[in-house]
Nanobody
Framework: QVQLVESGGGLVQPGGSLRLSCAASGFVLDYYALGWFRQAPGKEREGVSCISNTDGSTYYGDAVKGRFTISSDNATNTVYLQMDNLKPEDSAVYYC????????????????WGQGTQVTVSS
């Protein structure tokens, strides 16, 4: 059974940092792309970042480029999203997703989704 479980969300002040984790089970990351998406109330789901575990390529959305870093630990089947210099507009529920696709930020390309973790950036 494929399962993705996110953790690491919480409340942080503007300019702070958080690291999200996505623990995958039921499949091996090596042949998948893992993506992070987010959705704020009243807004559409937005692609944040992805990593391809076939060639290690990464991609970031314009809103987070230079502030967020995605990484993958295939030994533990875990993908991380390091988020630095957080802004109030980064507040959202963050989801990780997996798919046998090239690295990209189109939600419909991903087959498996976690339940999400809330990130709130506020003073």
């Amino acid at each position: 059974q494929v399962q993705l479980v996110e953790s690491g969300g919480g409340l942080v002040q503007p300019g702070g940092s958080l690291r999200l984790s996505c623990a995958a089970s039921g499949f091996v990351l090596d042949y998948y792309a893992l993506g992070w998406f987010r959705q704020a109330p009243g807004k559409e789901r937005e692609g944040v970042s992805c990593i391809s575990n076939t060639d290690g390529s990464t991609y970031y959305g314009d809103a987070v480029k230079g502030r967020f870093t995605i990484s993958s630990d295939n030994a533990t089947n875990t993908v991380y999203l390091q988020m630095d210099n957080l802004k109030p507009e980064d507040s959202a529920v963050y989801y990780c997703a997996a798919g046998v696709v090239p690295c990209g930020l189109v939600a419909g390309d991903y087959d498996y989704w976690g339940q999400g973790t809330q990130v709130t950036v506020s003073s």
